[in-house]
């Protein structure tokens, strides 16, 4: 193998800390700790050797669950220079999910803190692949051998890091399971690399830059990127509930260029900035994905930042990301108000290395991908994606991949995002909802972004979610609504008579006619901005009149 054929995600940390040793890769401003390049990428150099001398080397699939901390990154990096697979699951799915997760992906080392040690062994999980077993934060009383025990060595050399390439398997990320059972999906070392140029490219990021994400695995793209991750003090499973002041303090403290937010936890910031009068002076970009970040969200978001500064809402999945991107400029002056008139949310054009169609929807396998199928502009069809930064399968899941994947004559492969959609005539997508919230009733074929759209102009909404109740084809529509505030039975039903009106404007909303005020939606746990509209669906089917 030559050196241009050497692909290992951890190469931009080792070539940081030559360019920019002493500027800090990852800063803690609630514990006053910080790492700058040069030190994360020797104790990550120790942490590669001590795995190396207990068995996880190349290859070796590694559980982690270690929360945003200086370890956190340091282990990433470790693992990626050894070459062994990091899987990474969302601790907020539950302890059943996760054992499921565990079993599918069957680690052969685990390495968390005590609590997930503790729920390891009194939960199963792992039990019949974990073999060696690491603790972050504690002693060998946890069932595994100390962090500080395996780092404990002083190298001569730098750790000479795997030579692996662009098609060996990296990571196992797994999905949030919004939408179904979590799914691990299988990242090469050349999905990351992928990832990290198309980030860079799309957004002008420059080495130097202060990052401060909210999301822990975008945190981990920041010392690639080779910029400052400046992690706040939060709950990263429920963004939603953020203290506002643990945002705008930290990112105005150290001059943060770039920040990640959910649209639930952007929504949390952008209201408490605008009832205090607070500003973020230094930020250049804020992104924000898991959903459609409404209009409202946006406007408040950016009087809080500088004139030439922007809002960007990266299109993507687990699966593939980024997919397209668009900005709030486009979003307020043009295509928020088409959203409010039933078109969908517009997410951008695709970005320069991904190939996008839209394709008839179905529920069944393709198995082999034809040009011939895609759709025209303006009609509405499943999305689809091919690139360097798309997932190429499942882990264990030969029927979710044959599902979800679509092999072409050229040996690639096109990943169906699940989701439903259309190009406008000037190549931008219009995003309409995932394809399996679809409303099929006795005539007509609903989709939820348009026809929710159209009601979450109504200024006593904060938001809606349409959902079908009964056998598909003979669905009734059901629109639920929460509210901005609560109000009493008297102000419910003049909300209900005026969104009524509302719908009657547009050919695809006036069909609905049964309307359900809900307290608070049940959300997903990764960003709290995904609504479980199969839930809420169970919920129609027992309370609608």
């Not at 890769?25 to 207990?54: M, V």
């Not at 092999?407 to 190549?427: C, E, F, I, Q």
Request: aromatic content about 6%.
């Amino acid at each position: 193998m030559t050196s241009t054929d050497i692909v290992n995600i951890s190469r931009p940390l080792t070539e940081m800390a030559r360019l920019q040793p002493n500027t800090p890769a990852i800063i803690f401003p609630q514990e006053k700790r910080s790492l700058t390049f040069l030190e994360l990428n020797q104790e990550s150099d120790r942490i590669a050797d001590g795995l190396g001398r207990i068995g996880i080397g190349r290859g070796t699939r590694v559980a982690l669950l270690v929360p945003p901390s200086p370890e956190l990154f340091a282990i990433t990096f470790a693992l990626f220079k050894a070459g062994a697979v990091p899987v990474f699951i969302d601790p907020g799915i539950g302890a059943r999910n996760m054992k499921g997760c565990l079993a599918e992906a069957e680690p052969e080392a685990f390495i968390g803190i005590p609590k997930a040690h503790m729920a390891r062994r009194f939960l199963g999980w792992g039990r019949t692949s974990i073999r060696i077993t690491v603790v972050v934060g504690g002693g060998s009383i946890w069932g595994g051998i100390p962090l500080d025990k395996l780092r404990s060595s002083e190298q001569a050399a730098p750790f000479v890091a795997a030579e692996t390439s662009r098609d060996d398997l990296a990571a196992i990320l797994f999905t949030s399971g919004s939408t179904g059972p979590p799914k691990g999906a299988i990242y090469s070392h050349g999905t990351f690399a992928a990832q990290v140029d198309a980030l860079r490219e799309l957004y002008d990021i420059r080495p130097g830059e202060i990052d401060l994400p909210t999301f822990p695995l975008f945190a981990l793209f920041a010392p690639a990127l080779g910029m400052t991750a400046l992690i706040p003090q939060m709950d990263f499973t429920r963004p939603g509930s953020v203290d506002p002041r643990k945002i705008l303090g930290p990112a105005t403290e150290y001059s943060a260029t770039t920040m990640f937010g959910s649209p639930a936890l952007l929504n949390a910031v952008g209201r408490y900035g605008e009832s205090h009068g607070s500003r973020l002076p230094h930020i250049k970009r804020v992104i924000s994905a898991g959903a459609p970040v409404p209009a409202s969200v946006l406007k408040r978001v950016a009087a809080l930042l500088p004139a030439d500064a922007e809002i960007f809402t990266p299109y993507g999945a687990t699966e593939a990301l980024p997919v397209s991107s668009i900005g709030s400029r486009e979003i307020l002056a043009e295509t928020g108000a088409m959203t409010g008139q039933g078109h969908g949310v517009c997410v951008g054009r695709p970005v320069a290395s991904i190939s996008l169609a839209i394709i008839p929807v179905s529920d069944s396998p393709i198995p082999v991908w034809n040009d011939d199928v895609t759709l025209p502009p303006l009609e509405v069809g499943e999305i689809t994606v091919r690139g360097p930064q798309v997932s190429r399968a499942y882990l264990n899941r030969p029927e979710a991949t044959k599902q979800a994947k679509i092999p072409d004559a050229d040996g690639g492969v096109w990943h169906r995002m699940g989701d439903v959609g259309y190009l406008d005539k000037s190549g931008r997508i219009w995003f309409c909802g995932r394809k399996s919230h679809r409303v099929v009733t006795s005539g007509e074929t609903l989709y939820t972004i348009p026809v929710e759209g159209v009601f979450n102009c109504h200024p006593a909404v904060f938001r809606t979610a349409l959902v079908g109740v009964g056998t598909p084809g003979s669905q009734q529509p059901v629109l639920c609504v929460e509210l901005e505030k609560k109000n009493g039975k008297t102000e419910q039903e003049q909300i209900r008579t005026e969104l009524l009106e509302l719908g009657s404007r547009y050919p695809h909303t006036r069909t609905i006619r049964t309307i359900l005020f809900h307290p608070a939606f049940p959300v997903d746990i990764r960003h709290n901005a995904k609504i479980f509209r199969e839930k809420l669906a169970l919920w129609a089917q027992q309370d609608r009149p």
